[in-house]
């Protein structure tokens, strides 16, 4: 017995030891200036007009991990009232929309974003809404869509818990977007050389 | 009066020395021989100041260019807190050079450096890392896969708080590469450093094939991040310090706490948790007996390795009056220092104070200690090892202790046990029972026989005045020892001759698995499954009735302590958690 427990002991220590490392936590705020995790999303999907942020955090929020990597940039969400890794939003070049319905332009009581941002097209695929009862919890399981030039960010939400209805209204509240005029901005004071080096990406302005 | 004072010849001469003590000082000047014991004493040497101990530990070569390393990354890095001015100077270098590399970028050499970039994937530094690891349990080589899995641990948690702290994007080029969270430092070559740095520390023999490995790592880090810098993922900072950092906590954590002096890799067969004493230490031995004992050593061995772990045991073939002689020597080091923390620490944990559990504040301390002991036993007439004294090899790390070899003798379990060793061996307890002392370590391998006389041996555990509890256990432990190929009332029988039954029930009251050795417990097993004799059982039934005596002790330091342990193995937890949830696993 005792030389199973060491031999488990064992083989999970390797393959924890021998596994990539802890992936940073990092914060994209929608500041004015850009913070080293916006930098990393705009150098993530370097064709993005924009990039998703957060301006502060509803109460029992938590940013429960931030990952940019080539092509790909997530942030996810844990909160006590809507369970572990309620949000989580991913950045990406292109997305899948599937069977998502388009929301039209302009303020939508189904997606009441606080501010609107031009040029990007919105989806909203609601897979189940079942709003809190008394002694039983309530669900938001679906996908947001926000399509834009050169980027595609998507809002996957899987929330249970007893504050679902009014999730809707907290992430259009406290979740938004960097547009790149900030990110050249930030580099140009920064480093002002390296806007000659081969970043035309990285400094192109939106496109209208 | 005029003043003067006397001289050192007067002073001298008004000296009266004794009748046993002048003759032996006369001409000791010049004497450059003394007789004991057959054992033929050269002139002793003092080490004069300035002059390197026996067996020196220089910061060598690779040792200077770790230390420049460290410094020159430590200057970095606060530079870069204290100075933001020359960060941005750092940041400039660092464009300049990557722009001067992606300006001669083409399609055929991206390819291959994105094709290169999968040494640096988790795949692939888990695959090395996994294969080091398997190899270790291979090898049993227990010490060094704990190293490194502990530097991997460390530089996990080290990398996951620096990452974000330093907070750095990617190079501001056009990036061509694959690459994964903040730059500085780059992680994925100093997690690639860190796995060669532990292959070659723990894998392969110290000497030109070690070399050769670091010197081929070097070169494959160096062509590595090369290619991430040509891919514009790392700036030539980020690499830099990342395989600094990579190779510093491999080589930290290796030369801390397996060291080659004490933990040499080999592929010979035999144990491996002995000190190596051939090459630099098998001269330095050899020289320091001659020069602080005058001992003319002509072999040296290692013996008894089965049952030592707190030392390393060394048979000395020496020059004699009447030929070639043997003395025995026990070699310790930091690794037994801190092995011996280590055992005292979980001792005071898992039980309290039993007794004098305190730690050793250096392998000096701890030599000078068990010369002591041997000193104190033999003035009360305990039959064991004359001391003859230490011998420096390198000052504060390593000392030999030298004492009397007991020739032919044998261990007591492979001996006869006659009446007559019975007697001796109780005898034995008894002068320490008279001496005010305990050994505290009393199991067959440190119970020599030679013609039915009884010699104890390993005195490291002695202790002068112990508790009561402590002098019942060794009478019990002695008792079992004898019992373990004989008969359990025969030893009883004899016991009463020097014992009285309380002391013996005293001694079966307190005995308790903790308070037996292990070589003892390990027999006590055979016996009980070979006839079914329970042999504390037998001399409890023996010896008249006494309520059991409690060996745990509580107080506020053996709380804080566990306390201590419980939040280290917490944190070691948290650790591995964190690793797993980074690999993907949680």
Redesign the interface.
């Known amino acids: 017995m005792r030389r199973l427990i060491s031999l488990v002991a064992?083989v999970?220590?390797?393959?924890?030891?021998?596994?990539?490392?802890?992936?940073?936590?990092?914060e994209p705020r929608c500041d004015s200036a850009a913070?080293?995790?916006v930098?990393?999303e705009f150098?993530a999907v370097?064709s993005a007009d924009l990039v998703p942020c957060f301006h502060g955090l509803q109460e029992g929020w938590e940013v429960a991990g931030f990952?940019?990597?080539?092509g790909k940039a997530r942030l996810w969400f844990n909160s006590g009232l809507d369970g572990s890794r309620f949000l989580e939003i991913l950045l990406e070049e292109t997305c899948e929309v599937g069977d998502a319905e388009m929301v039209p332009p302009g303020r939508d009581p189904r997606l009441p974003l606080a501010s609107d941002y031009p040029g990007t097209t919105r989806y909203i695929a609601i897979e189940r809404f079942t709003p809190t009862k008394v002694g039983e919890s309530g669900f938001y399981r679906g996908s947001w869509f926000f399509q834009f030039a050169g980027g595609c960010v998507t809002y996957v939400f899987n929330a249970a818990g007893s504050e679902v209805e009014g999730l809707p209204d907290q992430v259009a509240e406290w979740l938004g977007f960097v547009p790149r005029s900030v990110y050249a901005q930030q580099?140009q004071e920064d480093?002002p050389?390296?806007?000659t080096?081969?970043?035309?990406?990285?400094t192109h302005q939106p496109s209208p | 009066m005029n003043g003067r004072g006397p001289t050192d010849r007067e002073l001298l001469d008004g000296i009266e020395l004794g009748p046993r003590v002048a003759p032996a000082l006369e001409h000791v000047g010049e004497r450059r021989e003394v007789r004991f014991a057959g054992i033929r004493f050269g002139g002793r040497w003092r080490r004069p100041s300035g002059t390197p101990a026996p067996l020196p530990r220089p910061l060598n070569m690779s040792g200077r260019l770790w230390l420049v390393a460290a410094v020159s990354m430590m200057f970095m890095w606060l530079s870069i807190f204290l100075w933001p001015a020359l960060a941005?100077w750092w940041?400039?270098r660092d464009?300049a050079l990557?722009?001067w590399l992606?300006?001669i970028r083409s399609d055929a050499a991206t390819a291959f450096a994105r094709r290169a970039q999968f040494l640096f994937d988790?795949e692939a530094?888990?695959a090395l890392?996994?294969g080091c690891?398997l190899a270790l349990?291979i090898f049993r080589r227990w010490r060094h896969?704990l190293a490194?899995?502990g530097s991997?641990?460390a530089?996990?948690a080290i990398?996951?708080f620096l990452?974000?702290g330093f907070?750095?994007?990617?190079p501001?080029?056009?990036?061509a590469?694959?690459?994964?969270?903040?730059a500085h430092p780059s992680?994925v070559v100093a997690?690639l450093t860190l796995t060669l740095v532990v292959a070659g520390y723990s894998l392969i023999p110290e000497g030109r094939w070690r070399r050769r490995w670091f010197v081929f790592s070097a070169s494959t880090i160096a062509v590595l991040s090369l290619v991430q810098m040509y891919l514009?993922v790392d700036h030539p900072t980020d690499d830099m310090v990342g395989a600094l950092f990579g190779a510093a906590v491999g080589v930290t954590v290796f030369r801390l706490f397996v060291p080659d002096a004490s933990f040499p890799i080999s592929y010979a067969r035999g144990r491996k948790a002995h000190l190596d004493i051939t090459g630099a230490r098998g001269a330095a031995i050899e020289r320091a007996l001659r020069d602080q004992l005058g001992l003319e050593v002509l072999e040296t061995k290692l013996v008894g390795l089965e049952s030592s772990a707190g030392s390393t045991p060394i048979r000395l073939t020496v020059a004699g009056e009447g030929g070639d002689m043997h003395l025995f020597a026990k070699l310790y080091a930091t690794s037994h220092l801190r092995a011996d923390r280590w055992y005292k620490l979980a001792r005071r944990i898992l039980y309290g104070s039993l007794e004098d559990e305190v730690r050793f504040a250096s392998v000096s301390r701890l030599v000078e200690y068990e010369d002591y002991m041997l000193r104190i036993m033999r003035d009360a007439g305990v039959p064991s090892a004359a001391p003859f004294g230490i011998v420096e090899l390198t000052p504060e790390r390593e000392y030999l202790i030298v004492t009397e070899f007991f020739d032919n003798a044998r261990e007591l379990g492979d001996s006869e046990i006659t009446g007559a060793v019975i007697d001796n061996a109780l005898h034995a307890i008894r002068r320490l029972w008279d001496g005010h002392l305990a050994h505290r370590d009393l199991k067959p391998a440190n119970v020599m026989v030679l013609d039915e006389a009884v010699q104890l041996i390993d005195m490291a555990f002695g202790t002068a005045r112990p508790t009561p509890w402590r002098q019942a256990v060794d009478l019990a432990n002695m008792m079992l020892t004898l019992a373990l190929h004989g008969e359990p009332e025969r030893v009883y029988r004899r016991a009463l001759l020097q014992f009285a039954p309380e002391d013996i029930a005293e001694a079966f009251a307190a005995t308790k698995g903790v308070t037996v050795p292990s070589q003892v417990r390990h027999g006590l097993r055979e016996r009980k499954r070979r006839d079914g004799l329970d042999l504390i059982e037998e001399f409890r039934r023996l010896a008249p009735e006494r309520k059991p005596i409690s060996i745990q002790r509580w107080n506020a330091q053996r709380v804080r302590l566990t306390v201590a342990a419980l939040a280290a193995a917490a944190g070691l937890v948290w650790l591995?958690?964190?690793?797993?949830?980074?690999?993907?696993?949680l």
């Not at chain 1, 999970?12 to 990092?26: E, H, M």
């Not at chain 2, 501001?172 to 990036?175: A, K, P, S």
């Open positions: 064992i999970g220590l390797c393959v924890s030891a021998c596994g990539g490392a802890q992936l940073a936590v990092g913070g080293w995790a930098l990393l150098q370097p990952e940019a990597r080539d580099l480093c050389e390296c806007s080096g081969g970043a035309e990406r990285l | 941005d940041t400039r464009h990557l722009l992606t300006n988790d530094r888990r890392r996994l690891v349990v896969l490194a899995l991997f641990f530089a996990g990398l996951n990452l974000p907070g750095r994007p990617r501001f080029v056009e990036i590469g694959r690459w994964l969270g903040p992680a997690g514009g591995a958690v964190q690793n797993f949830r980074g690999a993907g696993f």
